[in-house]
Nanobody, 120 residues
Framework: QVQLVESGGGLVQTGGSLRLSCAAS????????MGWYRQAPGKQRELVAAITSGDSTNYADSVKGRFSISRGNAKSTVYLQMNSLKPEDTAVYYC??????????????WGQGTQVTVSS
């Protein structure tokens, strides 16, 4: 069983900053990648940013230059630093983990989601 615990969401004004955290725990042999997705009301879930085990990063065009993804020293925690927030960034943000478990099987797990609201 793998758990992802997210924190750091909240309400912020346009131009403000928030930092999201996601800590993974459980029977994880290796982590391939971690990332953040978001889903706004009436819209599909979309990738915001991802980071691989080799620390390669990928960002949605809409957040490039404003958001930064990183991993903690323990490599099982991922952060999303969000700067210059805009109202269109308002969404529920979900942590995603791509990991390897027993028998070298590959799995994907989702966090419970954290609300980010940017007021204009």
């Amino acid at each position: 069983q793998v758990q992802l615990v997210e924190s750091g969401g909240g309400l912020v004004q346009t131009g403000g900053s928030l930092r999201l955290s996601c800590a993974a725990s459980g029977s994880i042999l290796a982590i391939n990648a971690m990332g953040w997705y978001r889903q706004a009301p009436g819209k599909q879930r979309e990738l915001v940013a991802a980071i691989t085990s080799g620390d390669s990063t990928n960002y949605a065009d809409s957040v490039k230059g404003r958001f930064s993804i990183s991993r903690g020293n323990a490599k099982s925690t991922v952060y999303l630093q969000m700067n210059s927030l805009k109202p269109e960034d308002t969404a529920v943000y979900y942590c995603y983990l791509n990991w390897v478990g027993a028998g070298l099987a590959e799995f994907g797990s989702w966090g419970q989601g954290t609300q980010v609201t940017v007021s204009s």
